[in-house]
């Protein structure tokens, strides 16, 4: 029984690769997730927000308009609520927490805000489903008119047969009652009556539509809520291009600009995958790589050597390689003589002859006669030369290597 080799590695080439993929496969997902996780929730929860399909959300409001076509977004960043750009902001407030965040609030876009009507809590075993709905209290909405510095208050009326819109007569159809607003700091936009359901705030600078059900799930079940509603939005927007935002982070989904998310993103996306290229180049250099790196050597080395690559370096510039054939000939010659003891007074005749007759290359059967022919003159090429130089550096060695077993 053979003993393994104690230089023998326990692990194949194959195995360190399947580690090296689980591995920066593992960390891949790490650094996802951890970026990640926060979207990866679901956030289609009952409640009065633009994500949740259940009766009093906002969600179907928002597919029923990108089915017609309006560009639609939902907004998860706070800056949403400061900006002043390009759209109309749509903030659907919830029943309680919201006063807090609006104490200094100014939008500097064209804003629509949308008065909670109804509260309730998700039902235990279908989280996108609403339980035990009832009216906000009519003095937690009070109050938060005060904050928002509006002289109005709310009231709570019998549904009316039909209402004079700048759309025209139209049959609005809240649940139970309607849900309206009462002050003389509004300038009336949809009058109920002296009452207001939807309005201008001068002093705060937005549009307030006071009953929810206008355009939330459950309102808009009735074709006269949601004709009303489409209408509303093309009357606040100024042209069909300009985008209608909801704001979701008055109910707690907030997006955080972590870094994670920001560097897979546009602009730094290019750069990014750049880094990512680089470090696989050097990860697979590193792989491939065997031995100790070399050490940066002389400028101009010392020795024989070095003077000889230099000299070849110097032929080569020059390009009269091909024209060395006769002088490398010579040199042959001059030395195999003096090898094998030739005396100096033979001709060239004679010398050649004793060469023919120490015998042919044993590779290619070529006497020396046939070998000085192709050196005589310049080489066709360096391949040419290379070849031929060759052959004769083999047959010198054979009748060298020949001449010594003789003597012995």
Known sequence: MSERSHTDS???????????????????????LAGWAPELRDRNVAGAHPFSTSALGYNGFVQFLEDQGYPVEISRLERTLEEADWGVLVVTLPPWGAAKALEDFESGRTTLLVLPKWTGMPD?????????????????????????????????IDVPEAMDTPFGSMALRPDVKMQVLRGSGLEPIVSVGDDALLAWAPDAGMYILSDPDMINTFGLSRIENARFAVLMMDYLRHNEDEPII??????????SENLLQMVFDIPFLGATLTALAAAFLLGWAALIRFGPSLKEGRAIAFGKQALADNSAGLIT??????????????MIRRRVSREIGAPKTLSEAQLVALFDRLGPDEESGKRFTDMASGLRGPAANREDLMNKARELFRWRKGIIGRSMNERK
């Open 246 to 255: 909801f704001d979701a982070t008055l109910h707690g989904f907030v997006r």
């Open 317 to 330: 510039m020059a390009r009269r390689e091909t024209r060395m054939a006769p002088g490398y000939l010579h």
């Open 10 to 32: 326990p692990f194949s080439g194959k195995i360190v690769g399947i580690l090296l993929a689980v591995a920066l496969f593992s960390f891949g997902a790490i650094m996802v």
């Open 124 to 156: 235990p075993l279908n989280k996108t489903r609403q339980k035990d709905t009832r009216f906000t209290n009519a003095r937690s909405l009070n109050d938060l008119l005060e904050v928002l510095a509006l002289n109005a208050e709310i009231g709570r």
